[in-house]
């Protein structure tokens, strides 16, 4: 029987650290919460530092390989780990100071169909070098139980859209573009398409630049509407949700080539706002409020164009109070408390899981067994 001290435990706040290394590959970001996995009762400190470009080309040499150097995970590992220590430093804080860790790492292969997803970090250093508890391979039995493995934020946007009319749509974009949808309980989530990662390996072989600031360039360009139109037959497109992508996973080398630097610039932006069009029609309802967040909210020519297609005035998260740019290290530090009090990670309706699904590894502070190298 639960006695009343364990019931007051459970529901009281823990002070979590997530840490996010999305598939932009541009860096990491740490946000502190209090949360008991249900509601969050204060947003804390939040830091964010890109990768240095040869770190950024280690990552990228192993995207799509399943397994990565242990020199890289390692390295990966204590870059993220003193991170999180110069972020408390930085804040007057120590480690006894955060209950927990949550640690998403890199996701490098996703093939959630052969039930494999990889994100490399090494949750048993993490926990050492910190000294904090942390949890990590959050989307590992999601996938092992035959989920997508991913959108795994949807559970967090709509913990914060509890106080928010629906239907409302989160629309994330990142590397990858993914949606949730909330009315009320209800929620629906999955991967779109494409959003940035793209037009930024384009920006990136084509200025070496990292990304189209302000989406100057493609906003500069014509569409090239054959081109479109072939990267739009895709049949992902039709494919009924929960669904979730790859970085990579569309073919657009050979589409682009011969193309112009603005006019694959603004062919891939519309690619992204396109493949928004042919989300809307696996919705439950038709959104009253469109909520974005990810890096792309910060490029108007993309906003414009999404605009354009949903047909409804769209917003930054930050018109309710969320941080768009943290959202995602958020959810992992929320993802981490639900985590060890033994809550649903993942739904049926946010990555087909068969039922409602905990998971993600504890890794106690005290274990002194690195495991460099093991992902
Ligand atoms: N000022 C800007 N103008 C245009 N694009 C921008 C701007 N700032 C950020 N971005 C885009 O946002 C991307 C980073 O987005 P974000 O940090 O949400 O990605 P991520 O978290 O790595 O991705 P994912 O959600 O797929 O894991 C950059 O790579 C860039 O393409
Ligand atoms: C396998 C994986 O890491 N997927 C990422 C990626 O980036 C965006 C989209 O594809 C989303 O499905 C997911 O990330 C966010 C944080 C999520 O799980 O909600």
Same mark, same amino acid.
């Given at each position: 029987m639960t006695s009343i001290k364990q019931k007051q435990d459970q529901i009281k706040p823990l002070r979590a650290l997530g840490l996010m290394s999305g598939t932009s590959l541009d860096g990491v970001d740490a946000a502190i919460i209090e949360t008991d996995g249900e509601t969050v009762s204060s947003h804390g400190p939040v830091h964010s530092v890109p990768y240095e470009p040869e770190f950024r080309a280690r990552l990228r040499d192993v995207l799509g390989k399943r397994g990565a150097p242990g020199t890289l995970i390692a390295d990966f590992t204590r870059l993220q780990a003193d991170f999180v220590l110069a972020l408390l430093k930085a804040n007057n804080?120590? $480690? $006894? +100071?955060? +209950?927990?860790v949550g640690f998403h790492g890199q996701t490098i292969f996703h093939d959630p169909k052969n039930r494999v997803t990889v994100q490399i970090g090494d949750g048993a250093m993490m926990a050492e070098l910190t000294g904090i508890d942390t949890v990590a391979e959050f989307r590992h039995d999601d996938v092992a139980a035959g /989920?997508? /493995?991913? $959108? %795994?934020?949807p559970l967090y946007h709509r913990a914060l859209a509890r106080d928010l009319d629906g239907p409302l749509a989160v629309l994330n974009l990142g590397g990858v573009g993914n949606v949730t949808y909330i009315n009320g309980d209800e929620v629906l989530a999955f991967d779109t398409g494409p959003a940035n990662a793209l037009m930024d390996d384009w920006i990136l072989t084509h200025t070496g630049q990292p990304f189209d600031d302000g989406g100057r360039i493609a906003a500069s360009g014509q569409v090239n509407e054959p081109v479109l139109a072939r990267l739009l037959d895709n049949p992902y497109f039709d494919l009924k949700p929960p669904k979730s992508l790859d !970085?990579?996973? %569309? $073919?657009?080398a050979e589409l682009l080539s011969g193309l112009g630097l603005e006019e694959g610039a603004a062919t891939l932006l519309h690619f992204t706002s396109e493949s928004i069009r042919r989300a809307l029609r696996h919705l439950p309802g038709k959104p009253n409020r469109w909520l974005l967040t990810g890096g /792309? !909210?910060?490029n108007p020519a993309l906003v414009l164009a999404i605009e354009t297609v949903v047909g409804v005035p769209v917003e930054p998260v930050e018109a309710v109070g969320w941080r768009g740019d943290d959202l995602e290290a958020e959810a992992f530090a929320f993802l981490a408390v639900r985590s060890v009090r033994g809550l649903p990670l993942s739904l049926p309706t946010t990555t087909g899981v068969p039922t409602p699904m905990s998971g993600g590894r504890f890794y106690p502070a005290q274990s002194k067994k690195a495991r460099i190298g093991v992902s």
């Open positions: 804080m120590t $480690p $006894p +100071d955060i +209950d927990l /989920g997508e /493995g991913a $959108p %795994f934020a !970085r990579d996973e %569309f $073919p657009v /792309g !909210r910060k």
